[in-house]
């Protein structure tokens, strides 16, 4: 049974900083395109950032700079660095988890910045 748990999510003032992580179980981890999307209040679930087994890695506009994907394959955990957070963040954040015609979701983090 494949799982992807999510932690690290909560709420931020504008400006700070924020360290997702998500733990997958039932996969060959290292194989997988590890990766973050979020899902605003009425808006379409977008990417945040992926990053393949070798390291690779690819962000949405609006986090290039900002947020920092990495993925330690020994733990079987990819991490979500977010810093200089944005009122604009605030979203539920998902783990995926993509290889081949294989998809995997966590069930999501809440994600709130606001003063």
């Known amino acids: 049974q494949v799982q992807l748990v999510e932690s690290g999510g909560g709420w931020v003032q504008p400006g700070g900083s924020l360290r997702l992580s998500c733990e997958a179980s039932?996969?060959?981890?290292?194989?997988?395109?590890m990766g973050w999307y979020r899902q605003a209040p009425g808006k379409q679930r977008e990417l945040v950032a992926t990053?393949?087994?070798?390291?690779?890695?690819n962000y949405a506009d609006s986090v290039k700079d900002r947020f920092t994907i990495s993925r330690n394959n020994a733990k079987d955990t990819v991490y979500l660095q977010m810093n200089s957070l944005k009122p604009e963040d605030t979203a539920v954040y998902y783990c995926?988890?993509?290889?081949?015609?294989?998809?995997?979701w966590g069930e999501g983090l809440l994600v709130t910045v606001s003063s």
């Open positions: 990053i393949r087994g070798g390291g690779s890695t």
């Open positions: 039932g996969i060959i981890f290292g194989i997988y395109v």
């Open positions: 995926n988890a993509a290889w081949g015609n294989r998809n995997y």
